[in-house]
C-alpha cells in the first residue's frame, strides 16, 4: 500500500515555542492531506484540510493563526504549531489523499509533549 | 443524529471465532466506505475500501454494503489476539466522516 511519512514521530517543547511537523506522501501525489488531532483514548478530530498550491480549510473551533499549514508541493504539507502550550500537547496525524484512487492514507503519527 | 454512528463496544470474541463490526449512516448519498483498524498509540490503517452493494472479501475479511438500509459491516473471520485493536468506518465526502470505532478484544 501507499506510504506516508511524519517528522519527527515524537516531540518535546517548552511552552512558548514553536513546532514544525512534517507530512510527506512517498510513493504517491496527494493534492489534498488532512491533520489530525487525536487526545488519549478519542476519536480522531480532524483539524484542517490542506490543497497544494491553496489556504487550508480548518474545522469550526481550529485556530488558523495556531496551527499554521502550508501544502507547498504534492507530497509535502507542514503543520506549525505555534506557541505552544501543555493543552496543546497530543498525537497529531496527517493522512493523504492519493489523486490516482482517492484512497486516503495516514501518517504513523506525531507525539507532541509540551511541558 | 451522527452522519457515521458505531457501537463503541468492546467488543469481546473468543480467538478462531468471526468478530462482526458495524456501521450505520444517515447520507444516502454516501457511495463508499472505508475500514480503518487502529492500534493504541498508533495511527489508523487502511484495511478495506468498499463502494459496491454487496461484499468485498480481503483474506479473513469481509466488508458488506448495503445502501437500501443504510449500514456498513465488516467481518472478521478466525479472530486473533493481534486483530484487538479499534476500527473505525469512514465515508470519504471529501474529508472523511468517521464514526467514533469500535474496539474489538479478541481473548486467545
Known amino acids: 500500500g501507499a506510504v506516508v511519512s511524519q517528522h519527527p514521530s515524537w516531540v518535546i517543547c517548552k511552552s512558548g515555542t514553536s513546532v514544525k511537523i512534517e507530512c510527506r506522501s512517498l510513493?504517491?501525489?496527494?493534492?489534498?492531506m488532512f491533520w489530525y488531532r487525536q487526545f488519549p483514548k478519542q476519536s480522531l478530530m480532524l483539524m484542517a484540510t490542506?490543497?497544494?498550491?491553496?489556504?487550508?480549510?480548518?474545522e469550526q473551533g481550529v485556530e488558523k493563526d495556531k496551527f499554521l499549514i502550508n501544502h507547498a508541493s504534492l507530497t509535502l504539507s507542514t503543520l506549525t504549531v505555534t506557541s505552544a502550550h501543555p493543552e496543546d500537547s497530543s498525537f497529531y496525524i496527517c493522512?493523504?489523499?492519493?489523486?490516482?484512487?482517492?484512497?486516503?492514507?495516514f501518517g504513523p503519527g506525531t507525539r507532541l509533549t509540551v511541558t | 443524529q451522527k452522519e457515521v454512528e458505531q457501537n463503541s463496544g468492546p467488543l469481546s470474541v473468543p480467538e478462531g471465532a468471526i468478530a462482526s463490526l458495524n456501521c450505520t449512516y444517515s447520507?444516502?448519498?454516501?457511495?463508499?466506505f472505508f475500514w480503518y483498524r487502529q492500534y493504541s498509540g498508533k495511527s489508523p490503517e487502511l484495511i478495506m475500501f468498499?463502494?459496491?452493494?454487496g461484499d468485498k472479501e480481503d483474506g479473513r475479511f469481509t466488508a458488506q454494503l448495503n445502501k437500501a438500509s443504510q449500514y456498513v459491516s465488516l467481518l472478521i473471520r478466525d479472530s486473533q489476539p493481534s486483530d484487538s485493536a479499534t476500527y473505525l468506518c469512514?465515508?470519504?465526502?471529501?474529508?472523511?466522516?468517521f464514526g467514533q470505532g469500535t474496539e474489538l478484544s479478541v481473548k486467545p
Open positions: 493522512s493523504a489523499e492519493d489523486r490516482a484512487s482517492y484512497e486516503q492514507y
Open positions: 510513493d504517491f501525489q496527494a493534492t489534498t
Open positions: 490542506s490543497n497544494e498550491g491553496s489556504k487550508a480549510t480548518y
Open positions: 447520507d444516502r448519498g454516501s457511495q463508499s
Open positions: 468498499i463502494y459496491s452493494n
Open positions: 469512514a465515508s470519504p465526502r471529501g474529508k472523511l466522516i
